[in-house]
C-alpha cells in the first residue's frame, strides 16, 4: 500500500467469490447501470477468464478494471471508479496498473460510448487513439461505440 494508503490488486479465477462478487456487482450497477453485470454475469464472466484489477484505498474498494488477456492484445471491458473516490487518479492509475503487468508492443483495445466525454478525456490523456467507430453498438441507451486502442511502447 502507498503512503496515501492506495493499493492495486489483481485477481483471476474462481476465489472471485462472495463478497468480492457482489462488491463488483454493485459498484458496476453505480458506474455503468446500462451494462453492469450482475453477481451472476461476473460469476461467468470469471469463469470464462476475465481477470480484474482492484483499486482500494485503506480497507474500502473504490474501483476496478476488467479485461481479457490474448496472446498480443488485451480488450479492456470495463473499468469503474465509484462516485465518492472519482477525480482522484485512481481510473487512470488502474489503467496504469494495467499497462505495467504487459510487455512492450503488446496492444490495449476498448470500446467507449460516444458521449462518455470523462473516460474519452482519461484515455485520451493516457495516448490511446482511435480506430474506428461501432454503430449501435451500446443497449439502454442505444449508442455508437468508438474503438481506441494503445501500443505498450
Ligand atoms: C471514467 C472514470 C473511470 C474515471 O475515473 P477517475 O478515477 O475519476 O479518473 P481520474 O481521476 O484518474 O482522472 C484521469 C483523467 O480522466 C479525465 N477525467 C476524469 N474525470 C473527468 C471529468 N469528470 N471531467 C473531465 N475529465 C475527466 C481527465 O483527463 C483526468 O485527468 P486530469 O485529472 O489530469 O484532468 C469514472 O468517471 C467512472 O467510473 N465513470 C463511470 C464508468 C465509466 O464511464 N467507465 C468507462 C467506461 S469505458
New binding site residues.
Given amino acids: 500500500m502507498s503512503e496515501s494508503g492506495v493499493s492495486y490488486q489483481f485477481v483471476k479465477g474462481l476465489y472471485q467469490t462472495g463478497l468480492l462478487l457482489s462488491n463488483l456487482a454493485e459498484m458496476d450497477r453505480q ?2 447501470p446500462g451494462e453492469a453485470w450482475d453477481e451472476q454475469g461476473w460469476q461467468r464472466f470469471v469463469q470464462a477468464g476475465v481477470e480484474t484489477g482492484l483499486v482500494s484505498v485503506g480497507p474500502e474498494l473504490a ?1 476496478f478494471i476488467s479485461f481479457w488477456v490474448h496472446d498480443e492484445e488485451t480488450e ?1 471491458l ?5 462516485p465518492s ?10 489503467v496504469k496498473a494495467l499497462l505495467q503487468r504487459q510487455n512492450s508492443g503488446h496492444r490495449l483495445f ?4 460516444v458521449s ?4 474519452l ?5 493516457m495516448g490511446f487513439t482511435e480506430q474506428g467507430l461501432r454503430r449501435q453498438y451500446y443497449q439502454n441507451p442505444k449508442e455508437d461505440a468508438l474503438v481506441l486502442s494503445y501500443m505498450i511502447p
Fill in positions: 458506474s455503468l474501483g479492456l470495463k473499468l469503474a471508479v465509484i473516490y472519482r477525480r482522484q487518479g485512481l481510473g487512470e492509475g488502474l476498448l470500446e467507449v460510448r462518455n466525454q470523462k473516460a478525456y482519461l484515455y485520451r490523456k
